[in-house]
């Protein structure tokens, strides 16, 4: 899968949940994600479908807003369960 496949799809994902057109239409892969207004109920429903999509299950211990604070870390840190 190419590299920037993988931060399209995550930044496809997080916009279908989004309500905020201006903000969606502002997004971009170093946008930190904290300022999209994403709640908890949010992210984690981003997170199941972003699983789903790679089937892939992220641990707990990932779920941090440093390995998730932007589309391209979030992405980086798909890729990196999609190696194991």
């Excluded at 980086?76 to 999609?82: A, E, N």
């Amino acid at each position: 899968m190419e590299i920037n496949k993988i931060e399209e799809k995550v930044k496809q994902i997080i916009t279908s949940r989004m309500k905020d057109q201006a903000k969606i239409d502002a997004l971009q892969y170093d946008t930190p994600l904290l300022s999209l207004g994403i709640d908890s109920i949010l992210a984690l429903s981003i997170l199941v479908e972003i699983e789903e999509a790679y089937d892939i299950e992220i641990d707990d211990s990932d779920l941090n807003m440093d390995k998730i604070k932007d589309i391209s870390s979030f992405a980086d840190l798909v890729r990196g369960y999609l190696k194991k």
